[in-house]
């Protein structure tokens, strides 16, 4: 669905959550403006036969295949933003936003991992983003994800709990301009160091494609969610739903039926294999 656009990630970008996924230390050494500043952003997929283990496109819709040797498998729930590009002399100018939808950043903890990246990407379904998008006309104060929320629930058998933090979009630590300031910053300037890579090496291996996919951060767990790894047969649903529309309740509801509306909500569910 999206083998010709490139794939970002960013991290950091939700106070706690690189606590609670044992990611902190990796970013003790990157330098930040600020104690909310993202860390890092990090490719995910790169449609380029340079790219190595990033070249494998990851996404799927109702999928996870865990890699053989992880026992430490988690959902992590996001956002993810479709933007156009647009270059001047290969570097980013602009990101122009076209749509948005559940995501899940499906994360292995691997200690001795020296990139973001390395723990991103290990094969075909190995990562989640809903078919079901939502039009954003804008990403400024106002615009269409503003009143969205993302809740996620973990499944096995029959027995449902909430896996992250019920949270509003509107939470992210970096969102609209500055969010969006920031991500070409890195994505032209970057560099490779400690977990961080090059960005803009990736944009020129794939020969600077013309759309990209940002998952914008993972939520805070839940106490259950922190503690519980995904296994085969489990299924992990990540929902972004309308704030104004729907509560926090309903949504748990819908969740435990697998039954849910088509307005205002973006679904993703799928099964562990």
């Not at 079901?132 to 969205?148: A, H």
Request: hydrophobic residues 35%; negative net charge; contains cysteine.
């Amino acid at each position: 669905m999206f083998k010709d656009v490139i794939g970002f990630g960013v991290a950091g970008n939700f106070a706690g959550h690189l606590e609670q996924a044992g990611e902190a230390t990796d970013f003790l050494n990157v330098k930040v403006e600020n104690n909310i500043q993202p860390k890092a952003l990090f490719p995910f997929y790169v449609p380029s036969q340079h790219a190595g283990f990033l070249s494998q496109y990851p996404l799927s819709s109702d999928t996870i295949i865990p890699p053989n040797d992880a026992d430490n498998l988690q959902i992590e729930p996001e956002v993810a933003i479709v933007f156009d590009i647009s270059y001047q002399d290969n570097k980013v100018v602009a990101l122009t936003p076209v749509k948005f939808a559940a995501y899940n950043d499906c994360s292995i903890r691997k200690p001795n991992a020296k990139k973001i990246s390395e723990k991103k990407n290990w094969g075909a379904e190995t990562k989640g983003i809903s078919q079901d998008f939502i039009e954003l006309s804008s990403f400024t104060k106002g615009c269409e994800l503003d009143k969205y929320r993302i809740a996620s629930f973990h499944m096995r058998n029959g027995e449902l709990n909430r896996y992250g933090e019920d949270s509003a979009a509107i939470d992210y630590s970096y969102f609209h301009e500055q969010l969006n300031d920031w991500i070409i910053d890195k994505m032209n300037n970057q560099k490779d160091e400690g977990p961080a890579e090059n960005l803009s090496i990736y944009l020129a291996n794939a020969n600077y494609p013309e759309q990209t996919i940002i998952s914008i951060g993972a939520t805070r767990y839940t106490t259950y969610g922190e503690t519980n790894f995904l296994k085969s047969g489990d299924q992990s649903i990540v929902v972004v739903y309308d704030g104004e529309k729907y509560t926090s309740d309903e949504i748990e509801t819908m969740a435990k039926m697998n039954s849910f509306e088509k307005l205002g909500i973006s679904l993703l569910s799928q099964k562990v294999i």
